[in-house]
């Protein structure tokens, strides 16, 4: 089976732009979860979509949002981009119990300008 | 709320020492403790959880950890280091009829040879 996909892999961001960044999970799972990673907050949960609706929401700004679709594809976006958004957007997916074992992809390493 | 501790920053053993890094969590209800690697530019790889049961859970690529009710912690460990084991290794927690993991701040296991 193939793993989590994310796509791009690498952006580069000035500030004050918006970003959208893609995911795909293992086939067959309906969840999808978001994390930021950073050097000095660690690993941090944006949020979670289970069967197109937000399950779980963690403390960052409106500017951060997402959206799932009816294949489990996901989408998060990123608006008005400040430089502390610089970071590793990781995707995790999972076939949904709660809770459930999650497996991540490789990331998108996003770098604010 | 949940939380994760990893106390150490960094451990560091010799190739064919066993190793240990340490995890301690707090959550209301029965926890469910996870256990993932992170290797230089890669997403999270799941190596081992404990659900229920049997203390002594056994993971991937030779490791197991073990679930200490008592002292609430669940360490994980491997009898014998490969200098290819040295990554960065994340604890996480979440609980029953909740989705979202709660992940330590990483410990970093460097093997020498």
């Known amino acids: 089976k193939a793993g989590v996909t994310q796509t791009p892999r690498y952006l580069i961001k000035t500030r004050g732009q918006q970003v959208t960044l893609s995911c795909s999970p293992i086939s067959g799972h309906r969840s999808v979860s978001w994390y930021q990673q950073t050097p000095g907050q660690g690993l941090q949960f944006l949020f979670e979509y289970f069967s197109e609706t937000q399950r779980n929401k963690g403390n960052f700004p409106g500017r951060f949002s997402g959206r799932q679709f009816s294949n489990s594809r996901s989408e998060m976006n990123v608006s008005t981009l400040e430089l502390g958004d610089s970071a590793l957007y990781l995707c995790?997916?999972?076939?949904?119990?709660?809770?459930?074992?999650?497996?991540f992809g490789p990331g998108t390493r996003l770098t604010v300008l | 709320a949940q939380s994760v501790a990893q106390p150490e920053d960094q451990v560091n053993v010799a190739e064919g020492n066993p190793l240990t890094v340490k995890c301690t969590y707090s959550?209301?209800?029965?926890?469910?403790l996870f256990w993932y690697v992170q290797y230089p530019n890669r997403g999270l790889q799941f190596l081992l959880k404990y659900i229920t049961g049997d203390n002594l859970v056994k993971g991937s690529y030779g490791f197991e950890a073990e679930f200490n009710k008592s002292q609430t912690s669940f360490h994980l460990k491997k009898p014998s280091a490969l200098v290819s084991d040295s990554a960065l290794y994340f604890c996480?927690?979440?609980?029953?009829?909740?989705?979202?993991?709660?992940f330590g701040k990483g410990t970093m296991l460097l093997v020498s040879p």
């Open positions: 995790a997916s999972s076939l949904g119990s709660i809770p459930d074992t999650q497996y």
């Open positions: 996480a927690v979440t609980r029953s009829g909740y989705s979202t993991l709660t």
């Open positions: 959550v209301s209800g029965n926890p469910y």
